[in-house]
């Protein structure tokens, strides 16, 4: 892997991770979860359209001309991926959701698979099962039968979030890094604003002093630069070589979550943790190849 690729990797894990912990903070706050999705993508949007600009792009030409792919990258990742995220962090911990998202680097993987029209090696499903035992005990604490409310909500995420990689990277093969973030985050506010008025009647009323607004508008910061650090690293090394570092961003929002929330992990949990990301390790190692479309 170039070292290029490793520092944005690094970076990405980092915000990844903070990102969690704002997210989960400002929901305990009561902050209602569409604005905060708004709030949080439009503060994001205007870093990233700042930084087009600067580079002298033609971000509403390039809207123009890829309408469709970022329709689908705005609103299903942008959109709805946050959304989800969100009602689900609203049940679980910030811990939790980050081990349960790892998951990711197997539905990316998936993904590739399908759309590649390649067989996965046997090995995968095992890896899989595996890494499915794994969640089971992060988020059963080894006390209860059937996973918590939020922690199935994020699940489901996690196949959302693995074909929106592999989407991506599609899209990364005919536009910069920038572009492609200027336009997902665009129809993704455009989406989530739209639904303010039917799903938000309090609005933005419901973010109560400038503590907790700083702390949203932190979290579009983190949003931005995860975005713009992950997809230049996805167009140097792909999908699945890019997904390896993702496995940074559980242990990274563990030791956030556990200093700046109090949240903990029981015995059952670090070891549901352990088999997850060694999981998702092998996974990345099963087969190493761009998903080039």
């Known amino acids: ?87 689900g962090l609203g049940f679980t911990t910030a811990t939790n959701a980050s081990f349960i998202m790892s998951l990711s680097s197997f539905s990316a993987a998936f993904f590739a698979f399908i759309l590649l029209k390649e067989k996965a090696p046997s090995r995968f499903y095992w890896v899989v099962v595996f890494m499915i035992a794994g969640v089971y005990l992060v988020t059963t604490k080894g006390q209860h039968i059937l996973p918590q409310k939020g922690d199935l909500i994020i699940f489901i995420l996690v196949f959302l979030i693995g074909f929106m990689q592999v989407y991506g990277k599609r899209v990364l093969t005919n536009l910069s890094v920038l572009e492609t973030a200027f336009g997902r985050s665009f129809y993704g506010m455009v989406f989530l604003g739209l639904l303010i008025p039917f799903f938000a009647p309090d609005g933005f009323s419901t973010i109560p002093n400038l503590k907790v607004l700083l702390i949203v508008l932190a979290n579009g910061v983190t949003f931005s630069g995860s975005i713009i650090f992950f997809y230049k690293a996805l167009q140097l090394e792909g999908a699945s070589n890019s997904g390896v570092f993702a496995l940074l961003v559980p242990v990274i929002t563990a030791v956030l979550g556990r200093f700046l929330l109090g949240e903990t992990l029981n015995v059952y949990q670090v070891l549901g943790g352990v088999i997850i990301i060694s999981g998702s390790f092998f996974i990345t190692r099963i087969r190493i190849k761009q998903a080039n479309f």
């Not at 915000?15 to 997210?23: E, P, R, S």
């Not at 400002?26 to 930084?51: K, P, W």
């Open 1 to 87: 892997m170039r070292l290029k690729s490793t520092i944005y990797l690094v970076f990405f894990a980092i915000l990844m991770a903070m990102g969690h912990i704002l997210q989960k903070m400002v929901l305990d706050f009561g902050v209602d979860r569409f604005v905060f999705s708004f709030v949080r993508i439009a503060s994001g949007f205007g870093i990233i359209s700042f930084l087009i600009l600067y580079k002298k792009h033609r971000p509403w030409q390039v809207l123009k001309t890829n309408t469709r792919h970022f329709i689908v990258l705005g609103v299903f990742f942008s959109g709805f991926g946050i959304l989800i995220k969100l009602w």
